[in-house]
């Protein structure tokens, strides 16, 4: 059974570089897409950017000048690294895996999820 | 991008009932259409994939459907621990984007 989990800085200061890696157990990193999320205070859900095996990515605009995702397939990790941070960037931030279902049409979705890290960016 | 809008924002609703939420996207996304469920201090946890196929262990009362831009998830039969808060999430383009969230609460 597939298990995710986050770790890194509880704190960062504003300006820097949050640094976050999610761990792959019981399964391998070298096949699926891997994904980041992050869930501010109080609020919804926001995709970050997921990363496939190969090692191509893709961004969330909102965020894309800022975000790197990258992947360590001998340590069976990936990270998140967002750059420049403020307040704003404070969230609880979710690693997870995106899988899908063929029916004619790849249909992806993300089944199996970290259980979050919590970042807060204050002085 | 595409928007993703929910309705109702919170429901309150007792053990026993049928619920129906709701979720539009901005544009038409065929199937591409996922279901979470949340409760307070963990990870969405998957329900519901391609807008009617459920997940793996997901209990039968819950159920999807819709295409193109309007969707509904179903709980025939509210049990106690369903009372949490729902996203739905589409799959058709990045960036991929949630709904802003339904929250179910006990009556």
């Known amino acids: 059974q597939v298990q995710l989990q986050e770790s890194g800085p509880g704190l960062v200061m504003p300006s820097e570089t949050l640094s976050l890696t999610c761990t792959v157990s019981?399964?391998?990193?070298?096949?699926?897409?891997w994904s980041w999320i992050r869930q501010p205070p109080g609020k919804g859900l926001e995709w970050i950017g997921y990363?496939?095996?190969?090692?191509?990515?893709n961004y969330n605009p909102s965020l894309k000048s800022r975000v790197t995702i990258s992947l360590d397939t001998s340590k069976n990790q990936f990270s998140l690294n967002l750059t420049s941070v403020t307040a704003a960037d404070t969230a609880v931030y979710y690693c997870?895996?995106?899988?899908?279902?063929?029916?004619?049409?790849?249909?992806?979705?993300?089944?199996?999820w970290g259980k979050g890290t919590t970042v807060t960016v204050s002085s | 991008d595409i928007q993703m809008t929910q309705s109702p924002s919170s429901l309150s609703a007792s053990v026993g009932d049928r619920v129906t939420i709701t979720c539009r996207a901005s544009?038409?996304?065929?199937?591409?259409l996922n279901w979470y469920q949340q409760k307070p201090g963990k990870a969405p946890n998957l329900l519901v994939y391609?807008?009617?196929s459920l997940q793996s262990g997901v209990p039968s009362r819950f159920s999807g459907s819709g295409s193109g831009t309007d969707f509904t998830l179903t709980i025939s039969s509210l049990q106690p621990e369903d009372f949490a808060t729902y996203y739905c999430?589409?799959?058709?383009?990045?960036?991929?984007?949630f709904g802003q969230g339904t929250k179910l609460e006990i009556k």
């Open positions: 990363i496939y095996y190969s090692g191509s990515t």
């Open positions: 391609a807008a009617s």
């Open positions: 019981g399964g391998s990193i070298s096949s699926y897409y």
């Open positions: 999430q589409q799959s058709y383009s990045t960036p991929y984007s």
């Open positions: 544009q038409s996304i065929s199937s591409y």
């Open positions: 997870a895996r995106v899988t899908y279902y063929y029916d004619i049409y790849y249909y992806y979705y993300m089944d199996v």
